[in-house]
């Protein structure tokens, strides 16, 4: 669902030939990277958090324990006001082109956005996983050759 409406956005902006953006499609694209990135780098967050504080627990005590909770707490914070924020920039996007809201939820419900980010990671992931994604890179020259990547595992 995710990914489809991902495309819808990118065809209308490319067919306004990207007005919004001043007719840079650089910009339009680099718009696009921004808001989604943040979604990933909020979900990498609460991931982090959920396996890093139970060894925390573990192995520090009293004001260390504390601090490190406090600290990744507070980038969790950070990184879902801009999900957040993006999420909503997303659905005006959606809205001037005349699309459907990207994520119909109530973008000031904190938890729904928690929710819909946890949804959307889902539906990535399972889209990746089902190589859905090889169409996008068959006949590509990978960066790294083979051996390259073999040298640096072993």
């Known amino acids: 669902m995710f990914m489809e409406k991902q495309m819808e956005i990118m065809s209308a902006m490319k067919q306004s030939n990207y007005e919004l953006f001043d007719n840079d499609a650089d910009d339009a694209y680099d718009t696009l990277e921004h808001i989604f990135s943040t979604f990933v780098e909020y979900a990498n967050c609460v991931i982090r958090m959920q396996v890093m504080i139970p060894i925390w627990r573990n192995r ?6 504390r601090d490190k909770v406090q600290d990744i707490d507070q ?9 957040i924020s993006s999420l909503k920039q997303l659905n ?9 809201p990207y994520a119909d939820i109530d973008t000031s419900d904190r938890y729904a956005v928690a929710d819909f980010v946890g949804t959307w990671i889902s539906e990535i992931y399972e889209d990746g996983k089902s190589k859905k994604m090889d169409t996008t890179v068959t006949g590509k020259i990978s960066e790294y050759p083979l051996y390259c990547m073999r040298q640096k595992s072993e």
Request: proline share 0%; charged share 25%.
């Open 60 to 65: 520090f005590d009293g004001e260390e324990l």
């Open 92 to 100: 005006r996007l959606c809205s001037i082109y005349g699309l459907s």
């Open 75 to 83: 980038s969790r914070h950070v990184y879902h006001e801009s999900a």
